[in-house]
């Protein structure tokens, strides 16, 4: 086994001694610097597997030291501690390329775990250095080069080695569940439990069981005891999704798990330790939710260190003829059909679409245009009724009562957005339709967001 050096770099004596102390009594072999500069001396002087430093520090600061550490010791990795209220700091560490941080206090069993981790995942790298490399920069599953989309790519690359909590955001079936796996399998946990769990699934009087289990007896029908999710994920990483529909009291245990890295089952005092990963996902407005006193911001913020927000498909639209060439063949295939492609009229019109159900419903349609083509390829006949509309239609001049309409419905719309300010938000309510449709209706009639 190969006994690895770590550098400690800390300003405050207490803090470089027990870390000194944890790290030796496992077997690491350690040396201390008091400051970065100090830090540097030692990193020329031997070869460390790991630098452990504090970001805070007089004269070198912790994240010049990441940078020199990257630049002229490339083979060292990176772990940075830092104290709640620097967070954000840490994320940008991360960002900077420090393989993981942690927060203090922190418990040792943590750091332990931590450190074995970044190390187990470097002996990996190295093992595949000079073997075809098989990672491309994009998580296989997920199909799209749009500019948004490739910058999730590099933050799921960066941020899923780390422990780091990620906090998923975006409208339905925009692929949050993809970028989870996509999370775990490039984790250092990927051969470890991957637990799902959808919180609005499951009746809120029995999620708690459901994620920490119950003693026999803790209530009616609690027939014998039995092992709740977190336990289940131990080593491993848990999904949160729909975390947004939670209620608030189970909130408080989330941010105890988050906090403390311990639980109790229902009906039990006793204390469960656990080492899990949390992904969370949710597709409401949080900040709507925190406002209203309907989701807890201290949760808000441990869960929130990465923050990946999907765009809408119509935010991404140049996506459309690779996904739909994805699932074309995907689904072809699957269905035993011999579909090619699909007409130059039909890509247009999904193009020119809002898609409010996103990529979950660009799916769906081409699913069933394909199940309904009865050629290789796919026409506008085999598309939904909401796509045979010619909108082309709308601008022939000929046609008095359809112009009619649209100048009425133009109004319509404009009395609206003036009654309420611009608001896209207060005119959908007013006209008793979706933020969706209004957007949509505006775009048909011509009308800026900002009219
Ligand atoms: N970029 C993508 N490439 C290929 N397929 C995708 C992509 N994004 C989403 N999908 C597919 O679209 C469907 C919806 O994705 P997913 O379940 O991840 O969305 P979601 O955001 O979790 O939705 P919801 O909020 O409804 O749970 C899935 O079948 C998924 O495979
Ligand atoms: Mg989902």
Redesign the pocket.
Known sequence: MIRHAILIVDDEPNMRESLYDILSDYGFCCDIAENGEHALQLLQQNEYSLVISDIKMPKVHGFALLKTVKERFPKTSLLLMTAFATISQAVDAIKSGAEDYITKPFDPDDLINTINRILACKADEEKSIGMSNKKTDRPS????QNRK?TEIYSLIKTVAPTNASVLIQ?E???????VADALHANSTRSNKPFIKVNCAAIPANLLESELFGHVKGAFTGAIKDKKGKFELANSGTIYL?EIGDMEISLQAKILRVLQQKEFSPVGSEDVTKTDVRIIA?T?KDLHDAMNNNVFREDLYYRLNVINIV?PPLRERNDDIPL?VK?FINKISSALGKNITGISDEVMSKLMAYEWPGN??EL?NVIERSIILAKHEIVETIDLPEQFHEDVTVLSSENDSFRLAKSEFEKKLLEDALQKSNGSVTRAARLLGISRHSLRYQMEKCGLRKDA
């Open positions: 599953a997920i199909i799209g989309i975006g339905s079936g925009t692929g949050k569940e993809l999704d996902a597709n999907l996904l994805h990529i979950r799916e």
